[in-house]
């Protein structure tokens, strides 16, 4: 396959590449806009150091409450269970993730649109921004998988054709994280390097990705050399917890090997002038759930909330 001219950030080659410095901004906003919302520029900094941020008890008991109901719901719906937005975990039919999650609640699509979180978007982005994608995470007591070791970004720039780095994610506890229910593992400051994978991209490899990542996984060695420069972090925290990190940040969980389940809402801001072309992989576009190329408009807030954050 051939590299494209408007490919900054060539991957999934023949051969080992490699890593080279990010050439975009980690905060676009500047000046006024910069100052100009939730975050501090302490936690802007950190941000950009970083490559995430931790805030716990972002949402209320009551507000969680009513997410984790929600959750038992799709686990007893067979038409959710059955969709194709819906993937379980491998050899099984216990729920990995329900993706497009935005769409099927009223209840998150008013979380995605909730003041204080664009608040915070538009700081980071430096523009108005769409959801590129969002899903709820299951990953349950004694026999929920792991997750390998990516970049998101990678993974959107090759399969859907995310040209730059400018989206955030955001994802919410729904269960409290502990060390030892596979909680989501990140590695500060590897947002700053862009990591080229190797292998060509067959058809519809998000089938077999979604429930085992084999492509768009760093070399060991990429990452030998990435965690012993960084460390990895692994934040925990009570339900309602929110980390927000950067599309190119290095993350990972570990299997769930204890009887406590761990949940998460997860949505992804991508800017308005950042929008899907066609993938760099050369393969056609991914399904929409995945990687959304129709609903881009800026995202909007509502004029009341249902949302309530404590604090």
């Not at 490559?51 to 008991?61: A, I, K, S």
């Not at 990591?195 to 990452?223: F, M, W």
């Not at 992804?268 to 408009?297: A, H, I, M, W």
């Amino acid at each position: 396959m051939e590299t494209r001219t408007d490919d900054l950030y060539p991957t999934r080659l023949e051969r080992p590449t490699a890593s080279f410095e990010r050439l975009d901004p980690v905060v676009y906003s500047t000046g006024r806009d910069r100052t100009d919302g939730p975050l501090s520029e302490t936690e802007l900094a950190q941000y950009e150091r970083d490559g995430f941020l931790v805030f716990n008890n972002f949402l209320d008991t009551t507000t969680v409450q009513r997410f984790r109901e929600d959750l038992r719901a799709y686990e007893n719906d067979d038409s959710i269970i059955q969709s194709e937005g819906t993937i379980t975990e491998p050899g099984k039919q216990e729920i990995r993730s329900v993706f497009g999650i935005h769409e099927l609640s009223d209840r998150f699509d008013r979380l995605t649109r909730d003041p204080h979180i664009l608040g915070m978007v538009h700081q980071l982005l430096g523009s108005d921004a769409y959801i590129h994608q969002s899903r709820i995470n299951f990953k349950p007591g004694f026999h929920g998988k792991g997750f390998d070791w990516h970049s998101d970004f990678e993974t959107w720039h090759a399969e859907d054709g995310m040209p730059r780095m400018r989206s955030v994610s955001f994802s919410i506890a729904l269960t409290d994280n502990t060390p030892f229910n596979g909680p989501l593992m990140l590695v500060p400051g590897s947002h700053k390097t862009f990591i080229p994978c190797v292998g060509r991209t067959p058809e519809d490899n998000y089938q077999s990705s979604l429930k085992k990542q084999e492509l768009g996984v760093p070399a060991d060695q990429d990452l030998d050399r990435m965690i012993d420069k960084h460390g990895i972090q692994a934040p925990t925290g009570p339900a309602g917890s929110l980390i927000i990190f950067e599309c190119n940040t290095l993350h990972a969980s570990n299997a769930n090997m204890s009887p406590w389940p761990r949940s998460n809402l997860f949505f992804v801001y991508n800017s308005v002038e950042n929008q899907l072309v066609q993938p760099f992989c050369g393969n056609k576009p991914r399904p929409g759930f995945l990687g959304n190329r129709t609903r881009t408009d800026a995202i909007r807030t509502l004029d009341t909330v249902d949302q309530r954050r404590t604090g």
